[in-house]
């Protein structure tokens, strides 16, 4: 079987996550790495990965089965532009940037050109990226299998239609930030009773990663929430001060806010 080749069109950190991860799982896979100007990143990366770089992706584009686009939407335009003219058929066209669906590629790369759009999150660089994604309508069913190879080197990954993927973007994609968010908040609180900032930070840490693992295995918040809230107890005074102060309100506003933004950055 012919070896699958990927172009890597970024070489920031989701770019690394993303072919670490491949390297690891997927090690038939070849990988070339490119990015904008930055020579000194890409040093690094070959030495570190032991990969193919290379500054001039134009050279790259005919020899690869799949594109990956890993650069900010702002530079999709212009990308897209420079690759339109050198896409040849059954080549896979990848994106992994916010608010730009595979309507977008298609609208952009030449009649027929297979596009599909995988949203990951940071924790593709531990293999636990809960990613989500959607395929233009030109993939074949082996385009989606090297694809589904792909987005599963880096943890879970879960199809969506495009415009789901759009509104979910900011749960899967974003929604790490919030949590570490609230994390720092909850080390700002554990500061302000006199502990130092290291004790504040593996308190803090512990508490998640032990309520992660129990997430993990019960799935259940509501009945993890309500083993913790004894009635009339200590918590229950704290989710009333929560709900008092519009928790549930404030994120879902910032859901909102995070992807009308997205959706504003894929049309710019
Ligand atoms: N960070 C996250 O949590 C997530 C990010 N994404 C998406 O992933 C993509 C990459 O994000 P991230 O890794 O954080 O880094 P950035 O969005 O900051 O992308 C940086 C990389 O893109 C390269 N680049 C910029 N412009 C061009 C260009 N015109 N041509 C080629 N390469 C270019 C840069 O090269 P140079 O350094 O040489 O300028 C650099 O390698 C974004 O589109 C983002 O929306 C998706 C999900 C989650
Ligand atoms: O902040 C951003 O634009 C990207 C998209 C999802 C997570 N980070």
Known sequence: MKRVHLLFIGAGPMAEAIFAGVLQHRPEMAITVSNNKD??????????????????????????????????????????????????????????????????????????????????????????????????????????????????????????????????TAVTGSAPAFLYYFVEALEQAATSYGITSEQARKLVIEMVIGSAAMLEKYRDPKGLRANVTSPGGATAAGIASLDENGFTDSLMKAIHATNKRAKELGSS
Not at 68 to 76: D, G, I
Not at 82 to 110: W, Y
Not at 112 to 124: C, E, H, V
């Open 39 to 168: 020579t000194n990143r890409l040093e690094q990366l070959k030495n570190h990965y032991n990969i193919e770089t290379t500054s001039n992706w134009k050279e790259t584009v005919t020899e690869v089965d799949v594109i990956v686009l890993a650069c900010p939407p702002s530079a999709h335009p212009d990308v897209l532009e420079q690759l339109h003219p050198l896409l040849k058929k059954d080549q896979l066209i990848v994106t992994v940037a916010a608010g730009i669906g595979p309507s977008s590629l298609e609208a952009a790369l030449p009649k027929g050109t297979a596009t599909a759009w995988l949203m990951p999150n940071t924790s593709a660089d531990v293999g636990k990226s809960m990613s989500i994604y959607a395929f233009g309508e030109d993939v074949t069913e082996e385009h989606k299998k090297v694809f589904t190879s792909i987005a599963s080197a880096i943890g879970h990954a879960q199809e969506l239609t495009e415009e789901q993927v759009h509104n979910l």
